[in-house]
């Protein structure tokens, strides 16, 4: 059973085109769904003079405007705990967590069941892709905080049943005691903040870092930052592997490495849509191999606070060339170093 290739066969090697069709499907249930239950969505399709019957397919995307997450924290405030943009019932919204929503604004982001299972599901595929598996140990150094970060990864690793311990940013030293008793070798799940910092410790105190047992490091990235040199760094110190994935978390898009790590595959298939746009003309770019431009997302299903054409401001370099993993989805690695 654990030898499987693929987390979701059927999502992952879709044909591009069929992928595109069955997004097409999905998105004009869910901007119909988004006009009758988000009086902001509705404000912004009455203000650009659109109506859902104008969406037929991903194709008319392009005449929503696009979605800043300014926006979204304001339409949470004059006391408002979701806000505007609330389009499911408070009884069905089982988790709320926070990030920075512009300055001095806490951006609170609304899940339902379904919608933390399409998370999990995206993270699923993510994980498999980067080699866990339900045999694998976690140790989620990614904060516990109000963020949601390591409790949302949490289960997206639970989902694919490999074991868990939360054991969070704090106490470092702790940490690497706890690792070097271990009796078998695990695998870090966090920052390379934190990671660096971990390497600071252990200079500090003569500890050598490959004697954790750390052989595999999930790295997220800031927007998928992939620096060769860091990396390399890292897996030296640590002996291990390391892997990069990226998080929008509004979307609760996953993008990450294969085993062939020629870019981060893109997980949202069917989920959460990708377009790719000149930031500067705001227009669309193809989705041509070696393009560049800035990833924009929008939803497909999702319940409690859905969004449409979310700019992510990761402006990136597009492969859209077959992957020897046998993923279809397109790939992607962060051009923003370069410029
Ligand atoms: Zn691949």
Redesign the pocket.
Known sequence: MSERRFWNPEIETMAPAALRRLESERLVTHVDYVYRTSPFYRWVFDQAGLSPDHIKGVDDLEKVPFTEKTELSRAQRDGALIGLNQCAPFDQIVRIVGMEGGPGNLLRLCWTRRDIADHNEMGARALW?MGCRPNDLIINCAGYGLNGRGLMEHFSFETIGATVMPYGDGNSRGLMEMLTAMPRDVVFFGSPGYANLLVGLAEDEGLDLSGLGIRRGLFLGQGGRQMPADRSDLEDRFRMTARDLYLLPELGVHSA???????L?FFGGGLVHAELIDPKTEQSVDWSNGARGELVFSSLTREACPILRLRSGQIVEVFTDP?????T?F?FRSAAHEA
């Open positions: 892709a490495e294969c085993e062939a790590a020629q870019g595959h992957c020897s993993c046998g993923r989805s790939r």
